[in-house]
Structures are given as C-alpha cells and as structure tokens.
C-alpha cells in the first residue's frame, strides 16, 4: 500500500507540474468558426496537436484575429523555456512563416535561425551549443531530408531535399552526382505524393546528368531509368514507360548477364507491360525466356520457377487460350506439391488457378475436385474465417 501511495503522488506531482507549466487560454472561436483572441496548443513528440495529458512534450501561445495568426508565436518545451518563436502569416491547412524564426534547445541555447519571406527561406544558420556557427552543409541538410524520408513524411523530406539544392550546386556544381541524388529526391517525394507532374521533370534531369557524369551501365543510371517507369505506369503511360524498361533490361544484359535476378525481372516486367499495351506477341517469348532462364539457374524444382510457369499460364489464359495454358497450371501445381506440400497456400492457388481455367471451358467435372482440395486447405491452414476461405 505504502508504494501505491507513494506512486500516485508521484504521478499527481508530474501532473501539477505539466499543468503549472502550461498557461491556460480562453481557445475561443467566433459564430463562424473564426480562431479569435489568445490560444494554448498542446502538442505530441511529432507536433501533433494533442489533449491527451500523457502524451504533451510542446505547447504554443499563439493569438488570433478572425483565424489569422497576429504578433509573436512561440512553441515551449513543459519546462516552460522557448522551443521555437517567430511569426506565422498563416497556420492552416499549413504554417506560412514570415520574417526571423528562432529555434532553441531545451538548454536555452540557440539551435538555429532563419529569415522567411512569406513562407520562402531566404536564409538559415545553424548554431553549436556554445553559440558558435554550425556551418551548413550540403551533407547536413540532404541527411535531414533523408531522416523524414525514411519516415515516410514526404513533405517534410522535400524541404529539405530542395533547401540541399543549391548548395550541392555551390559545392559540387549541376553536373554532380549529388546534384543529381539530391534532384532525384525531390522527384521520389513529389512521386510519393502522386504529384507526377512535379516528379518528371525532376527524373528527367536526374538520369541526364547520371548519363552525362556516371555513364549508361552504371546502377545510378538503371535507376533512374526505373524511377520514370514507376512514374508512368502510375498514370497508365505504358507507351513511355516502354523504351525505359527496354533500356534498363538491355543494360542489365550487358552488364549483369542474362542469369541475373535483375535481369530475368526486367523481362518479367517488360512481358507484363507488352500485356497491358495489348502487344501479346511481344509479351509472350519475355514471359518464356524467365521461364527458360529460371529453369537454368534454379532448376525445375525451385519454387520461382513454379511461380513463372503460373505466369506463363496466366498469360495464355487471359487470352483465351486455354489449351496452351493448361500444361503450365498442372506443372505449377506439380512442383509446388512436391516442394512445398499440399498444404502450403501456394499449392491451394494452383489447384483454384486449374479449377478456374477447367470452368472456363465448361469442364466442370475436372473443376469440382480441384475447388473442394482448395477450400480444405485453406480451411485446415488459414481458418474458416479468413478471406481465402
């Protein structure tokens, strides 16, 4: 009992002190919805605005007048010293700065300072500890955007991905590979964002100057060449994703060998986007040179080379061709039997793939068999409520 106690008036301490620490205001908004007078915003470890007590590391004082930012705006850490102050022309849907922002450690020491002009960066320093400058870097600012980046937060990588810009120019000049890095970046954010017209250019100017600097065989380069594939499959552009896809496949013949893993997908992936164009003739020997290849490297026994089987299967049957597809199914099937077990999901697909193909031609008795193996499969293996099922 004496430790309860002595728990809970920790934990009531702590939340006496959150609360002294986190001035009060009236958060009020008008019969319209307009934000007006003094406000107090708690927000979480990502800065999003937040009630939950536990979960508050910031708050901010801000005022308003008909929901427009006025005067000084300063973000606090619970100890109540400044995080962050300056000005803001507008707070949503998202902060326009304007004029000099300040950023502090928790410390009190001066962590950065940057001068805005309606929302454009005009200038930024950085500042050590001891109050001397950091130098900004080229190096400094792209990791920055590779921080958000990895997390997913594509907005906030393009800041600084597009801030790293010039100065990877001033440091390394336009004809650089970081440069290049750098423009191909801020392409994959806007990409990530579906902001594809944004993205192309971008790409474009990325795999020009990778062609320029690195040369065509080298990955640099491949990669590019895929980034505006992605790009243009994304929007259906089929016709100019192809020339891309067939110059990266010819690279990788080149460089990699044709036994290579990137090089049989690049024929996979070249023989799927024939499909969609509704060029079978020229998907079809892709389709069986993976195949072929698979059979080589891995041999007849490997799973991928069931999987390529099942593809080539696939293929023939969406275009009705259901006696060419039928060896390739049973094959699959066959292999993933014996290499994976009957009770694998992989050899319940194949059973349902044949099962399919034999209703599509009104075979309904060779179907039925095939379609019970399936269910009692998945039924044993994944549960009677799941999906498959």
Same mark, same amino acid.
């Given at each position: 009992m004496?430790?309860?106690?002595?728990?809970?008036?920790?934990?009531?301490? +702590?939340?006496?002190?959150?609360?002294?620490?986190i001035p009060i205001n009236p958060n009020k908004t008008d019969s319209k919805g307009l934000r007006q007078g003094d406000w107090t915003i708690t927000f979480d470890k990502n800065w999003?605005? @937040?009630?939950?007590? %536990?979960?508050?590391? +910031?708050?901010?004082?801000?005022?308003?007048?008909?929901?427009?930012p006025v005067g000084?705006?300063?973000?606090?850490?619970? @100890?109540?010293?400044?995080?962050?102050?300056?000005? +803001?022309?507008?707070?949503?849907?998202? %902060?326009?700065?304007?004029?000099?922002? =300040?950023?502090?450690? %928790?410390?009190?020491s001066k962590e950065s300072e940057s001068l805005y002009e309606k929302g454009i960066q005009m200038s930024a320093k950085k500042f050590n500890a001891d109050g001397s400058e950091l130098k900004l870097t080229w190096q400094i600012i792209y990791?920055?955007?590779?921080?958000?980046?990895?997390?997913?937060?594509?907005?906030?990588?393009?800041?600084?991905?597009?801030?790293? =810009?010039?100065f990877a120019e001033n440091e390394f000049g336009k004809e650089s590979v970081n440069y290049a890095s750098t423009l191909n970046d801020c392409g994959l954010c806007y990409f990530n964002q579906n902001l594809y017209s944004k993205a192309e250019p971008l790409y474009i100017e990325a795999k020009t100057i990778r062609e320029k600097v690195l040369g065509k065989e080298h990955a640099s380069y491949t990669n590019s060449c895929i980034n505006l594939v992605f790009?243009?499959?994304?929007?259906?552009?089929?016709?100019?994703a192809e020339p891309y896809l067939t110059e990266t496949k010819n690279i990788y013949e080149k460089v990699l060998g044709k036994k290579h893993p990137d090089y049989i997908s690049s024929c996979i992936k070249l023989a799927s986007l024939y499909e969609n164009l509704g060029s079978f003739v020229k998907a079809e020997p892709l389709y069986i040179e993976a195949k072929n290849i698979k059979e080589k490297v891995l041999g007849k026994e490997h799973p991928d080379y069931a999987t390529s089987c099942n593809n080539l299967a696939y293929f023939y049957k969406s275009q009705g061709l259901y006696v060419k597809a039928e060896p390739f199914y049973i094959e699959a099937k066959a292999i993933r039997e014996k290499v994976l077990g009957k009770e694998h999901?992989?050899?319940?697909?194949?059973?349902?793939?044949?099962?399919?193909?034999?209703?599509?031609?009104?075979?309904?008795?060779?179907?039925?068999? =095939? +379609?019970?193996?399936? =269910?009692?499969?998945?039924?044993?293996?994944?549960?009677?409520?799941?999906?498959?099922?």
């Open positions: 004496k430790y309860i106690l002595t728990a809970l008036l920790i934990s009531l301490y +702590f939340s006496n002190v959150v609360a002294q620490n999003i605005a @937040t009630n939950v007590k %536990e979960s508050i590391l +910031f708050y901010r004082l801000i005022s308003y007048m008909n929901d427009k000084k705006v300063r973000d606090y850490y619970l @100890t109540g010293k400044v995080q962050w102050e300056g000005q +803001f022309i507008e707070d949503r849907p998202q %902060e326009i700065m304007d004029g000099l922002v =300040l950023s502090y450690r %928790e410390d009190g990791d920055k955007g590779d921080e958000f980046y990895n997390q997913n937060d594509y907005a906030n990588a393009l800041i600084y991905y597009e801030a790293a =810009l010039p790009l243009y499959e994304s929007q259906g552009l089929y016709a100019k999901p992989d050899y319940a697909t194949s059973c349902n793939n044949l099962a399919n193909l034999y209703v599509s031609q009104n075979l309904y008795s060779k179907a039925e068999p =095939l +379609f019970f193996e399936t =269910l009692k499969i998945r039924e044993k293996v994944l549960g009677k409520e799941h999906p498959d099922y």
